[in-house]
């Protein structure tokens, strides 16, 4: 049976400004490519966190059924929530340990719920370090980012 793959990044110009996502979703084989997809989009006015988060929950919402996979992320703001403070959210009532809202909760609630029906392991690589997946989505990032960048007319949406 192949493994699956998410490879999930987000990519903002000025933090806020206009962001992109992208996720490369991959099925593999041992080291053959069995199925690949590619999935991007953005926002005019977003965070670098927000699109971060955006990439991981359209990987996850992509797939047509429960599944068992991998979820690769440059971002330690991703990894670290879901793995770990989410818990702690959803405890306090969406609160942070200093009793503040959390930053992003509808993203972190759309997250929380797309993950729930998979089976996902979550891994960090660092980012632009040459890791070809994660350079792929970062491609990806950016080009979902492009028509909202400055310059950009409202038709070439």
Known sequence: MPELFAY???ACSGNPGPGGWGALLIARDGDTV???RALK?????????RMELLAAIHALEALERPARLTVVTDSAYVKGGVTGWIH???RNGWKTSTKKPVKNEDLWRRLD???ARHE???EWVK??????ENERADALAREGMAPFKPGKSKAGR
């Open 88 to 90: 702690g959210w959803k």
């Open 41 to 49: 989009g953005g926002e005019a006015e977003t965070t670098n966190n």
């Open 120 to 122: 996902v392991q979550w």
């Open 127 to 132: 980012g632009h370090a040459g890791h070809p």
């Open 34 to 36: 069995v199925k690949e």
């Open 113 to 115: 719920a797309a993950q």
């Open 8 to 10: 999930t990044d987000g």
